[in-house]
């Protein structure tokens, strides 16, 4: 769809006009966008990058110049340009491979925030993985420092990019009796790094009062004991289950992380609950 403009000189009548032209902006880096900038404002642009830097001697640029603006050269460089302009006529569009928004994002976020750079180089998205907040961070900072960036401090910003990225939980679990915090859903893409960090089939998740990092993982203990054949009521963590006895046992409820109780039982004997 076409549309017009009505611009008008200081004191004078307006005027209708198809603008055709295009902004052109010349800049040594790229500005800096918002995490959450929508795909369409990267549709809009294409990135010409001059990738050579010249001595700085007049001599050697006239000389430049002068072997850049030969008559061959010039008409090469405009046969060129009328090649282009075919093309943009007959497509009505700049030429564009299908992803360069991607691609122009993916550049635009590296030059501009040295955290997007650093997570989307060193960390992937894994359902089954698991870093330690104090580990990531630690060693953002020591590349911060190598690539000659200023320090700094605050991580909320850095935790949410986390969250944006790979859409990691944070949660707090207990590794050998200790608690942690830690990121679920990631992993560092260098094997060795993810060696050193915990396995989400080794952590306890923290509880309120429930937990007992001496159980296997994510084992919950309940110390109460229950009349044989009784029936009962059990709630967890917002979950209900109903359950019935046939001994006097120490109850055992399994968590599955996901706020559904499965199994129960006494000692050795786990019973299915439907």
């Given amino acids: 769809m076409e549309t017009s ?12 006009f198809q603008p055709y032209c295009k902004l052109v902006f010349s800049t040594n880096k790229l500005p800096p966008v918002r995490d959450d900038e929508v795909d369409a404002f990267f549709k809009r642009w294409l990135i010409v990058e001059f990738p050579y830097q010249f001595e700085d001697d007049p001599g050697k640029r006239k000389e430049i110049l002068e072997s850049c603006t030969t008559d061959e050269e010039k008409s090469g460089i405009l046969n060129w340009a009328l090649e282009g302009l075919r093309r943009l006529l007959r497509t ?56 000659g960036l200023p320090t700094i401090e605050r991580q909320n910003e850095f935790s949410q990019l986390v969250q944006a990225l790979f859409r990691a939980e944070s949660k707090r679990v207990r590794i050998q009796g200790e608690l942690h915090h830690v990121w679920v859903g990631i992993r560092w893409k ?7 960090e915990p396995s989400t089939s080794t952590t306890t998740p923290a509880t309120n009062g429930w937990g007992n990092p001496n159980k296997q993982p994510v084992m919950c203990q309940c110390s109460m004991l229950f009349h044989p054949l009784s029936f009962f009521r059990l709630e967890h963590r917002g979950t209900v289950g109903y359950f019935s006895c046939d001994s006097y046992i120490s109850l055992l409820v399994f968590d599955t992380c996901c706020s559904t109780l499965k199994n129960v039982g006494g000692w050795n004997t786990p019973k299915k609950m439907r």
């Fill in 5 to 16: 403009s009505k611009p008008r000189g200081k004191h004078r009548d307006s005027f209708s």
């Fill in 92 to 147: 009505g569009k700049f030429t564009a491979d299908e992803g360069d928004s991607a691609k122009i994002r993916d550049r635009w976020m590296r030059e501009t925030n040295p955290a997007y750079d650093f997570l989307t180089t060193h960390v992937e998205r894994d359902p089954t993985g698991a870093i330690m907040k104090k580990n990531l961070w630690t060693r953002y900072l020591t590349w911060r420092e190598e690539q």
């Fill in 190 to 196: 260098e094997q060795e790094k993810q060696d050193q």
